[in-house]
């Protein structure tokens, strides 16, 4: 169970303002907001103080809570050997490398990481960076250009979309999974632009599903344009070791250009990697904006990736306790009614509840009753599909899983009563 370091309480003193920025008006909506939800006495369901963390349990408000809000999917974060690695990187670099690795030269840690991330894939070589997010904003818009094509899934993640835009390349967004829109879109119109390139996830972090990776490959051969899979929730969690989606689909990863991860999930660490062949790195380490004018990945973090990384490959246990959490959620959600969207029961499985005043009400008393799991609502995803989102980790224990089921299912009933408010009051 998880129990509080000392707590310090940092003393914070009203400071003058150079400009109030409480009078933008997106602060105006911020406020209202807040307002509404305290009228509703809902206690704010964001940024939660989290004061410890252990294995599938943290400490929020002094209370113990089954977390389902963690992307610490091998349940590796608190591991002996990562902590070791971090502390000895720590010791012998310091805390920084200091500079870009342009300029401020390369640490071996970095090519042992990025040479770990190349061989798992069965790629050539692999470039990391210092977050996931900049990974996808920098290595797309570097790729792409004006006169280029982006085509992006309806569920594609935000860093995605960033580097889209910041790319000046066209784009345009496809249904979701929907291959054949693209091969369709791609009969009409391919020699409209130079290049094209298809941004996918390797599994949904909304719903829980997953491309048909063989299609997809397929599409892109056929209208030769560049396939680039975002593997963020999908490295780790899918696949017999845990390489992804190309091991779960049994794809040759070499048909993919451009494989993107982030080494904040299964791997425990901070930052993002791109894999792929050597010219599409070289030119990554050379051209990309978020790489050249960015530092390099710390000692601790690049040691506690690698380490994840090799306890991920030498310990395909965790990787089948993983699947079998979230596969025992799925059905024991589904066994009790519960509307689990389309997901297939990997790490992440949603619940729709169709309302987001009822979602966040359901979010709140699901934390009373210690179960930490975060609310999807309006405008994140539409009004009618407001959600929690159950994150599984290879560390919870089936009595978690049973409880937060049932918990969750004797909630989402009053909810769905007539009496809403006063029903989830009184309980
Ligand atoms: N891609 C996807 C699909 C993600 O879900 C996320 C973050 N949740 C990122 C990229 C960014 O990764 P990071 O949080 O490591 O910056």
Redesign the pocket.
């Known amino acids: 169970k998880a129990s509080a370091p000392e707590n310090e309480t940092p003393v914070t003193k009203a400071a003058a303002k150079a400009f109030d920025f409480g009078t933008l008006p997106a602060f105006e909506h911020m406020r209202l907001q807040r307002a509404a939800a305290d009228m509703l006495k809902i206690n704010p369901p964001f940024f939660r103080s989290i004061e410890a963390v252990s294995e599938s349990h943290v400490m929020i408000e002094g209370k113990d809570c089954i977390n389902f809000a963690s992307y610490d999917y091998l349940g590796l974060n608190k591991s002996p050997e990562l902590i070791e690695a971090v502390c000895e990187g720590v010791k012998t670099w310091g805390g920084s490398v200091s500079a870009s690795r342009l300029v401020g030269g390369e640490r071996p840690f970095h090519g042992a990481l990025e040479r770990n991330l190349a061989d798992c894939y069965g790629v050539e070589d692999a470039i990391v960076f210092v ?3 900049a990974t ?1 904003v920098t290595g797309i818009s570097t790729l792409t250009g004006p006169g280029d094509l982006v085509l992006i899934d309806s569920l594609i ?1 935000n ?1 995605v979309a960033e580097g889209v835009r910041l790319s000046g390349a066209s784009h345009l967004t496809f249904p979701h999974n929907d291959y054949a829109w693209i091969d369709r879109k791609l009969s009409q119109s391919r020699d409209d632009y130079g290049q094209v390139l298809i941004v996918i ?1 390797g599994l949904y ?1 909304m719903d829980g599903d997953v491309p048909d990776l063989a299609k997809f490959v397929e599409v892109k051969t056929r209208h030769n344009a560049w396939l680039m899979v ?1 593997e ?2 999908s490295f780790g969690v899918m696949g017999k070791t845990g390489r992804g989606i190309s091991e779960a689909q049994n794809i040759d990863p070499t048909s993919v250009e451009i494989w993107m991860g ?4 299964a791997l425990c660490s ?3 990697f791109i894999a792929g062949s050597t010219e599409l790195v070289e030119y990554l380490r050379y051209k990309a904006a978020g790489f050249i004018y960015s530092v390099g990945l710390p000692a601790s973090q690049s040691l506690a990736a690698n380490a994840a990384l090799k306890l991920m490959l030498a310990e395909p246990d965790r990787v089948d306790t993983l699947r079998e959490n979230g596969a025992l959620f799925l059905e024991q959600a589904k066994l009790s009614g519960l509307d689990t969207g389309p997901s297939l029961g990997f790490a992440v499985t949603p619940i729709i509840v169709g309302d987001s005043l009822k979602t966040v009400f359901i979010a709140d008393k699901l934390l009373e009753r210690g179960i930490n799991a975060m609310p999807i609502i309006f405008p994140a995803v539409p009004e009618k599909m407001a959600r929690l989102r159950f994150f599984l980790t290879a560390s919870h224990s089936k009595q978690d899983i049973q409880y937060a089921v049932e918990t969750t299912k004797e909630l989402v009933d009053i909810a769905a009563g007539t009496n809403l408010l006063e029903g989830l009051r009184s309980k």
């Open positions: 977050s996931g997010h996808n993640h860093s996830e972090s975002d963020a929730h982030t080494l904040s999930k901070c930052g993002g």
